[in-house]
């Protein structure tokens, strides 16, 4: 943002620093001194959001036509910092449902949701815009539906409730979520990326991986999944990590659909890597009402299956292919480690300060300031290399800010579905479809909501995937005994998942574009290569030990069983354990495999048993191929 200097700033420019340096300062406030009532907290929240948005993206239509739409919305949310702010003594100590709704009430909703639903199209584009724009329809319309899904309609009163006065609409949960915590992780992130800590992340991955075999990909794994617990974006993830891993790989041996594939994998799996996880999980931790480490703790098994599975794929791929090591030729040279060692010292800080039950928002800011002394530090270390300006430092405030209104609007949004299906009991109609689809079983039970999750994580981002998905499917896994937090994780990983799953990968598609492969069949292969992260969700819905819910007993062998059906399937998917399988063998492994996510003893037993006798028999056929060699 170089462009923002006085002798090239326009106003429009300088509104944008004026408002951000606003919000910026808004929230900083909320952190140092005190939090405000949520009927004040979250508008202001996601009215200077709303700024930021129509500032920065004008409308698509230029000329006079345009400016007179933006200066309506403009309008608009001025309109509504009058309204929320003059009107708070009433807002804050009103009784919902209750006390009356008046006309300015109605007014300031629907001039909320309309300038909201615009943002909406700006930001996130026309898919999530008309996702939201039917279950409005629903609420007015819903007597025409049919019989199973019929609702009574809604009228102004109650609609107005609902939206703009109520914890269940669009200053709901969600919103206060990112008014509590999200901003300060993302400005987090940016400030941590800024100072140099996200470049040591990077550095690491590929000084550790470099020079073993099949190392570039080893190093994207690395890298892309300590880069994914700052960033919580995959595509962001792939941008960042990519363009340097990517080559590398290309260049010992890996197909570009290949290296595109492992990218869009590793990158993804950032957002369920503890300790800092995707933006998804600090919602679900407020949905749950359970503090953050307790989300974060539960996701470090999965995790670790998750990353095992790339990081053996990638070693029996190498194996099988012989990808040579990385070469001085295709080694990326990077910085020494152990000096920038303290600029870890923000994700370290941060992660204490979670960890030891501070608040989201505390934590968040006592990583900033981290940040900011590590840039410090910076100064007289290495030679200022890692050392950026004041000026630098701002820049990355003012694109934190950005993201953090990018995130705000969707957040936001979803709260217009969520208060649609409380109200309109839709998530119990839809329970009761699926119970009725799946005769009470459980599987199927799984199978349909993993569907239903995976097609709104291909059309929505993932906060808003995972919003929708727990307010429509979660009440069905609670109606058969699912417990909450397993049943919240399911939902949350098959959200995540769609980033790398056709027809609509943007992970994946990123990754090829890089690559220079084709987009479709890295796709494919992307899906191939996170099979395990298929699995996982339904294995701690049967056993939730592996979220560390039981006895160290059942949690350890659940961890065992997990890790060994890791292994047999990543050789399965791979073809290649000690030597390269058979057809029949690579079968029998992935099906051992999948053998061991039943809950049973047996099934367990028998998986183990048939992954054990493939590899004896490849050890058997290795050790002939060697005799033989010999003679």
């Known amino acids: 943002m170089s462009e923002y200097t006085p002798a090239k700033m326009t106003a429009r420019q300088g509104i944008i620093i004026a408002v951000s340096f606003i919000w910026i300062s808004f929230q900083f406030y909320l952190a140092i001194f005190t939090p405000l009532h949520p009927m004040l907290q979250s ?310 300060y979670m960890v030891s039950g501070a608040s989201l928002m505390r934590s968040g800011m006592m990583g900033i300031y981290a940040a900011i002394g590590v840039n410090v530090v910076n100064r007289f270390v290495l030679g200022g290399k890692y050392y950026v300006s004041l000026k630098s430092l701002f820049e990355s405030a003012l694109q934190g800010a950005r993201q953090a209104a990018d995130i705000a609007i969707p957040t936001a949004a979803c709260g217009i579905i969520i208060g649609i299906v409380i109200q309109s009991g839709l998530a119990t109609k839809l329970s009761t479809i699926i119970a009725g689809v799946g005769v009470s079983n459980l599987l199927i039970a799984l199978l349909i909501t993993m569907g239903g999750c995976m097609l709104l994580g291909m059309a929505l981002p993932t906060v808003a995937a995972y919003l929708v998905a727990n307010i429509l499917f979660v009440p069905t896994l609670a109606a058969l005994k699912v417990p909450a937090l397993p049943a919240n994780m399911f939902v949350f990983y098959f959200g995540i998942m769609a980033q790398i799953t056709p027809p609509v990968c943007l992970a994946s598609f990123t990754a090829a574009g890089i690559a220079g492969g084709n987009a479709w069949k890295t796709g494919w292969l992307g899906a191939r290569y996170a099979l395990v992260a298929f699995l996982i969700p339904f294995i701690f819905v049967y056993d939730p030990a592996i979220l560390l819910m039981g006895s160290g007993f059942e949690i350890t062998k659940a961890t065992a069983v997990l890790f060994a059906g890791t292994f047999l399937l990543a050789a399965g998917m791979a073809g290649y354990v000690i030597m390269p399988l058979r057809a029949y063998e690579r079968a029998a492994l992935i099906s051992a495999a999948v053998l061991m996510i039943l809950p049973e003893r047996m099934t367990d037993i028998i998986g183990i048993s048939v992954g054990a006798a493939v590899i004896l028999l490849c050890i058997l056929r290795r050790r002939k191929a060697l005799t033989e060699a010999k003679q």
Not at 107 to 135: Q, Y
Not at 176 to 201: D, H, P
Not at 246 to 267: F, H, L, N, R
Request: hydrophobic share 55%; charged share 10%.
């Open 43 to 352: 508008p202001v929240h996601l009215l200077l959001a709303l700024l930021v948005v129509f500032l920065y993206r004008e409308a698509e239509q230029g000329g006079s036509l345009g400016k007179i739409g933006d200066l309506a919305f403009f309008a608009g949310i001025a309109f509504l910092f009058y309204y929320f702010i003059w009107e708070s003594p009433r807002l804050t100590t009103r009784v919902a449902f209750i006390s009356d709704v008046l006309t300015i009430d109605i007014v300031a909703m629907a001039v909320c949701v309309v300038v909201l639903m615009e943002a909406v199209r700006r930001t996130m584009g026309k898919i999530l815009f008309f996702f939201i724009l039917f279950f409005i329809f629903y609420a007015w319309f819903g007597h025409h539906f049919p019989s199973i899904l019929r609702y009574r309609g809604t009228n102004l009163e109650t609609f107005t409730e609902l939206m703009t006065m109520g914890p269940d609409g669009i200053l709901g949960t969600p919103l206060y979520t990112s008014a509590n915590s999200l901003f300060y992780f993302i400005v987090f992130g940016v400030f941590f990326s800024a100072c140099g800590g996200g470049q040591l992340l990077i550095d690491i991955g590929l000084k550790f991986s470099n020079k073993s075999s099949g190392g570039p990909a080893k190093a994207a794994i690395i890298s892309s999944s300590l880069m994914g617990m700052i960033s919580g974006s995959a595509v962001a993830n792939v941008s960042t990590t990519g363009v340097m891993t990517i080559p590398m790989m290309k260049k010992v041996g890996y197909t570009p659909e290949q290296a595109g594939a492992i990218e869009a994998v590793a990158s993804t799996g950032g957002q369920i890597m503890p300790p800092i996880m995707g933006i998804g999980a600090f919602i679900m931790a407020e949905m749950l009402g359970v503090p953050y480490k307790t989300v974060a703790f539960s996701a470090i098994i999965p995790a670790v299956a998750y990353y095992l599975s790339i990081f053996l794929f990638v070693t029996f791929i190498a194996q099988k292919q012989r990808v040579a090591k990385a070469s001085a030729e295709t080694a990326i040279e990077v910085d020494v480690i152990i000096p920038r060692l303290y600029m870890l010292l923000p994700a370290i800080i941060l992660v204490y």
